[in-house]
């Protein structure tokens, strides 16, 4: 089998934990080269296209489109046309990979990371009648009925299941990025008309991998779930790791086994409650978020040290820069994250990252500044490399096209994964200010609220000033409250002297 490769799904990232193969761009059969694109992944925070590592014949898919796949698990294989089909069962068998089953034709699943894909506006028609209303089967209200005029967002599942049905999407609202159409949408707009929706049980069902058959006495677990894990005869492999210091914890297990494995003693008695609330199912990168978040503010011991900053002199260049200099719009934002570059390397024991598995704090000579970029199902942080050594128009148009990119899901990773600083700005918002939690393994983060007109004393005098509060969560374990408050200070003197982030 030494003539086998396989093609697997990459490490893009330290929190990457799974992917979700959105189309494959090479076809079983196809020679490629090395860095050629052969496929599309999606992960928690972007959509990529992934290169291949090598050269070769694409013998078999083994990945579907819409399955989601963990780290390093085989996507397709690689051999010549003198290996033989048995050969490439062995080696599957021996990487304990089963073949997905084909997804039934009556349940489409859905996962929670789909692409964008256009519905074309010739879409066939299926039959023009709301099927028949049996046990466990779909009834379409007549009023969506019938094929889209248009081009409409959907993702394969749901352009799949609308062409079954005869759904028209341009009548199904979207609820996904980007107003994306998902299976979920349908369904609810099935039911608002008054129609039947199947259930999803038999293709889940037919959509679970095989168990795997690889050795877990290495993985590291925690002891309760390797003792559910066996109780249970569950491959440590078959878990997604949420536990501390990348263990399976003991609900990474329980969720492997299914809503089964809850003990019937430990069930609450359930209410039906479905009128008065609507589910939710979390995206991949909302999943993300709050298992890394909840880990930082679990983890980290945050303290806060506030200060308002007086904008008048930095308002005053920034109209002087916008109003002269042809092509250039510089926002307070472009201007804070270059104050905040200066101030980290200025004192530079706040730009830093701490390795807690090495217990070591990594100083870094260049400011590489994180932003939070809103997102409809999250949030990003994209990255200003070297900040500080940047000028204030490549500021601005460094932050304009990774804002930009960021919303389109088209981030390469290594534009959002690192950073020695994080910046929150919710003033835009009208916010006057907020605590942020500190975006690991950075040791610290500014929370910039509102700039506003208050009165204030000016030189001894009652004055209308504009003011602008920020708020510094700083990690205890690295950052002190004097080294929190002396980068306050300097950041403060460049904020209300920003001629001095021009020298």
Known sequence: MSDIRAIEVPKWGLSME???????????????????????????????????????????????PGQTIPVGGVLGIVADAS??????????????VAEPAPVSESVPAETTAQPLVKLAAS??????????????????PQALLGA?????????????????????????????????????????????????????????KANQAAPSRLDDSQVLATPVARRLAQQWGINLHDCRVTGTRGRVCKAD?????????????????????????????????????????????????????????????????????????PGVKISVNDLLIKACAQALVKVPDVNVQYDDERQEVRRYRDADISIAVALPGGLITPIIR??????????????????????????????????????????????????AIINPPQGAILAIGAGEKRVVAHEGQPAVRTQMSVSLSCDHRVIDGALGATFLKELKRLVENPTLMLV
């Open 83 to 96: 290996v033989s089909d048995a050969e490439i069962d062995a080696y599957l068998a021996q990487r304990g």
């Open 148 to 204: 889209s005029d248009e081009a409409l967002f959907a993702t394969p599942h749901a352009l799949k299941l609308a062409a079954q049905l005869n759904i028209n999407l341009s009548r199904v609202p979207g609820s996904g990025r980007e107003g994306r159409i998902s299976v979920a949408d349908i369904e609810a707009a099935v039911r608002a008309e008054g129609g039947q929706v199947a259930s999803r049980a038999a293709a889940q």
């Open 123 to 140: 879409a066939p028609a299926a039959a023009s009648q709301p099927s028949v209303k049996t046990p466990g089967a779909w009834q379409v």
């Open 386 to 435: 070297q900040a500080n050594r940047k000028s204030l128009a490549e500021v601005s148009g460094e932050m304009l096209s990774l804002a930009t990119r960021a919303k389109a899901g088209t981030l390469k990773p290594e534009e959002f994964q690192g950073g020695t600083f994080s910046i929150s700005n919710l003033g835009m918002l009208g916010v006057r200010q907020f605590d």
């Open 253 to 325: 297990v329980l969720q492997a086994r299914g809503a089964d494995a809850v003990p019937q003693a430990q069930a609450a008695p359930t209410v039906d409650s479905r009128e008065a609330f609507e589910p939710l199912p979390m995206n991949g990168m909302r999943k993300a978020i709050a298992a890394r978040l909840q880990a930082s503010k679990r983890d980290a011991p945050h303290f806060r040290l506030h200060a308002d900053f007086d904008l008048e002199r930095l308002l005053a260049l920034r109209a002087e820069i916008n109003a002269s200099v």
């Open 18 to 64: 799974e992917g979700t193969l959105t189309d494959w761009l090479i076809e079983e059969g196809d020679s490629f080269a090395a860095q050629q694109e052969v496929c599309e992944i999606e992960t928690s925070k972007i959509s990529n296209v992934m290169q291949a590592p090598f050269a070769g014949v694409l013998r078999r898919k083994v990945a579907q």
